[in-house]
Structure formats: structure tokens, C-alpha cells
């Protein structure tokens, strides 16, 4: 278990995972998950070419959301990467929503990338399939 010993667990209806760590600035809530969802979840982004952070804008979304469907038109899933620190006293972990998602998972997130993965197929699929 990590530092801050926050862990919630991917599934199919959450399509997230997070988990809370320990920094020397505080707490901070990492999350991965399906881009269309972790995206609505962030109101800055990460600049790595001069490390800053700006405020998101909705012509940045529709940018970012074009280089997703980029990926998806080759064929990959996207992934969104994401952080915030927290404030000392968490209180919105409590309840989840009918997803499994808690109020701490939905806002105030600052996206670091958007990752394309390709799943490969597994030689039992095709039969699967049939």
C-alpha cells in the first residue's frame, strides 16, 4: 500500500484507478483511466517543456480531444495521467457514486499525459469470438 495508504482499485464501472500518495508538498492523488472520463476531471495541465501549470481552456480540450481520436483512429486505447494534491482533512471519500467513483476522483485534476496503449489480441480470442 502506498504512503498514504488511499487506494482505489480499477473496475469496469469506474474506469479509474487512483491512489494517494505521501509527497515532501503533501498528499497527492495520482489517477489513471479512460481519457473521456479523467479529462472532464481536470482544470489544468502540465507543460513539461518549461514545467509549468496552466488553467485548462475549453480550445485546449477540443485539441486534446482531436489527439484522441487520432489514437483511437490507430487503433489505441487512451489513458489519461493526472494529479492533485489534497487538503490535510479529506472528507469526500466517504460514499461512492453508482460507478464507484468517489467526489475526491471527479475535479480539480492537473493532466500530466495522454498515453496511447495497443491491446494485442491473445491467440484464444478468435475463438472466443465464434
Not at 8 to 33: D, E, H, Q, Y
Not at 66 to 71: G, Q, R, V
Amino acid at each position: 500500500m502506498p504512503d498514504g495508504g488511499l487506494r482505489f482499485p480499477f473496475s469496469s464501472s469506474r474506469k479509474r484507478m487512483s491512489t494517494m500518495v505521501n509527497t515532501a508538498k503533501g498528499s497527492c492523488l495520482l489517477i489513471k483511466g479512460a481519457s473521456e472520463y479523467i479529462l472532464g476531471a481536470c482544470e489544468k495541465i502540465q507543460y513539461w517543456d518549461d514545467n509549468t501549470i496552466k488553467d485548462m481552456t475549453p480550445e485546449l480540450v477540443k485539441e486534446i480531444k482531436n489527439n484522441i481520436t487520432i489514437f483511437a483512429r490507430k487503433t489505441l486505447r487512451t489513458l489519461v495521467l493526472a494529479f492533485k494534491y489534497l487538503p490535510s482533512q479529506t472528507d469526500n471519500i466517504e460514499e461512492a457514486d453508482e460507478h464507484g467513483v468517489y467526489e475526491i476522483e471527479k475535479s480539480g485534476f492537473t493532466l500530466l499525459c495522454i498515453t496511447g496503449i495497443r491491446d494485442i489480441l491473445r491467440p484464444t480470442v478468435k475463438h472466443s469470438v465464434k
